[in-house]
């Protein structure tokens, strides 16, 4: 046999030279265009929904918002397993598709059901899905930093949240910036309890009084020689000041009670927060 082929290759030189010729240009496009992993992802094809549901103990946030969600996924075409995980104020749940499915098509499919059974589920309840990753394409980690001493944990916070984050996203291939540690600006209100008894007001009532008082406002317009002006009402709080006029409420000789009357101190705080990948 061997001699055979030994014989016909001799014979037919020029088809040898074809055929090599073909073999290594397949080989060169073999190269450049298979996808090479340094560490090749094996993991399941899944869908992550991860649903925020502040203050809730884990038998609340099972009972109102993770058993909706998983009975609700087990229909999802394709899904062979469907896992759900209550923890405190947060819900997760793992939807886990066969291996030739396409991790977008099961994204969409995921978003179509998630639309249906969202507006079952409390108002407090915020359900969004995982990134289109898993913890093996993890490949870089830095560090934001101030060698010159002119900027606090909250300022580097800021940089990352509102610039360099945004910056990175673009980078093709990155599919999410999980950010780690850092201080996060607040600004907190402590009232005094016993002017809240003189005024008779409670804390909702305070609360609303914030929300509304941090809110534009839009109207019609108004002609004014043959000129269309806008009518529009800035309300956003941008410092303390604006927060200390926040009307509560008008008394019975209509004087305005304004949030800087319930105050014993108003301060800005910078609380560290840590969001996980």
Not at 72 to 82: C, F, I, K, N, Y
Not at 166 to 188: F, P
Not at 223 to 252: C, F, Q, W
Request: charged share 20%.
């Amino acid at each position: 046999m061997i001699s055979a082929i030994i014989r016909w290759s001799v014979k037919n030189r020029f088809m040898v030279l074809v055929a090599t010729l073909f073999l290594v240009a397949a080989g060169i496009y073999s190269v450049k265009n298979t996808p090479i992993d340094a560490i090749p992802d094996l993991s399941d094809v899944q869908v992550i929904i991860k649903t925020s549901y502040p203050g809730q103990a884990p038998q609340v946030v099972e009972d109102q918002v993770t058993y909706p969600l998983t009975t609700a996924m087990l229909a999802v075409p394709g899904a062979e397993t469907v896992r759900g995980y209550s923890f405190f104020g947060d819900s997760y749940v793992y939807i886990i598709f066969n291996d030739d499915t396409d991790m977008y098509w099961a994204r969409s499919r995921v978003l179509e059901y998630l639309s249906q059974v969202a507006p079952k589920l409390p108002p407090s309840a915020k359900p969004t899905l995982g990134p289109d990753a898993t913890g093996v394409g993890w490949v870089y980690s830095y560090v934001l930093t101030d060698k010159s001493g002119k900027h606090d944990l909250s300022e580097l916070r800021s940089m990352q949240d509102w610039f360099l984050k945004y910056e990175l996203q673009t980078v093709d291939g990155v599919s999410e910036i999980a950010t780690v540690g850092g201080m996060v600006k607040q600004y907190q209100v402590q009232i005094e309890p016993s002017k809240l008894r003189a005024y008779n007001l409670t804390l909702q009532q305070v609360n609303k009084a914030i929300q509304a008082g941090n809110q534009e406002a839009g109207a019609s317009v108004i002609e004014v020689a043959e000129a269309e002006h806008m009518v529009r009402a800035t309300g956003y709080i941008s410092n303390i000041s604006d927060l200390k006029n926040v009307p509560l409420k008008v008394t019975d000789k209509g004087t305005p009670l304004l949030l800087v009357i319930l105050l014993i101190l108003i301060l800005v705080h910078k609380c560290a927060e840590v969001f996980p990948s």
